[in-house]
């Protein structure tokens, strides 16, 4: 299985604030690479898909971008609404993997 | 607009078999033409995806569960099914249906899950 791994596992930031979070891919999965985000209690939802397109109706704050190994997901100027934990996935080979999150906090 | 609504138990003892049934609700919808998922997120943790049943209803499994795990879909009632034996506390989690999009394994619909707790 293709390992994921996030980066940091926890932040804690400011609004207004640019985030950055890492993912990280065991082997080279082009860029087969979603970003989700799961607020407390509820489903994930899809933000970017294929590294670095913003699904409909996301905010245009949310970016990511990246290739083989390395990506990265960046909310530009963040919101107080954007509190949530962060997941990366990898569609390169089945079986589909997440990393483990990166929970957001506000400062 | 496609919704899922997951149904089942949620609670089941050790050694039985768990099966969830999801719905697709969704004007002119056809299942034959969405490929949909399993999902599971134990309690605290992070995500794990379990299977898939594509528009031609091809199977496809987590390596891990695959001895378990079996995926159906029911045309008829726009349905899909899973079906997992032998559940285990381990096994407690939310579990999610999911869409995902055609010739893209981004999950872009996602039920909003249902608590399985496996106790004695």
């Known amino acids: 299985d293709i390992q994921m791994t996030q980066s940091p596992s926890s932040l804690s930031a400011s609004v207004g604030d640019r985030v950055t979070i890492t993912c990280q891919a065991s082997?080279?999965?082009?860029?087969?690479l979603n970003w989700y985000q799961q607020k407390p209690g509820k489903a994930p939802q899809l933000l970017i898909y294929g590294t670095s397109n913003l699904e409909a109706g996301v905010p245009s704050r949310f970016s990511g971008s990246g290739s083989v190994t390395d990506f990265t997901f960046t909310i530009s100027t963040l919101q107080p609404e954007d509190i949530a934990t962060y997941y990366c996935?990898?569609?390169?080979?089945?079986?589909?993997?997440f990393g483990q999150g990166t929970k957001l906090e506000i400062k | 607009q496609i919704t899922l609504k997951e149904s089942g138990p949620t609670l089941v003892r050790p050694t039985q078999t768990l099966t969830l049934t999801c719905t697709f609700s969704a004007s002119s919808l056809n299942i034959n033409e969405v490929d949909a998922g399993w999902i599971r997120q134990p309690p605290g943790k992070a995500l794990e995806w379990l299977a898939l049943i594509y528009w031609d209803g091809n199977e496809r499994y987590s390596p891990s569960l695959k001895t378990r795990l079996t995926i159906t879909k029911d045309t008829s009632k726009n349905q899909v099914v899973l079906s997992m034996t032998n559940m285990d506390t381990v096994d407690t989690a939310t579990y999610y249906c999911?869409?995902?999009?055609?010739?893209?394994?981004?999950?872009?619909?996602w039920g909003q899950g249902t608590m399985v707790t496996v106790s004695s």
């Open positions: 082997q080279d999965i082009g860029n087969y």
């Open positions: 999911v869409h995902k999009r055609r010739k893209l394994g981004a999950f872009d619909i």
């Open positions: 996935q990898q569609y390169h080979t089945l079986p589909y993997t």
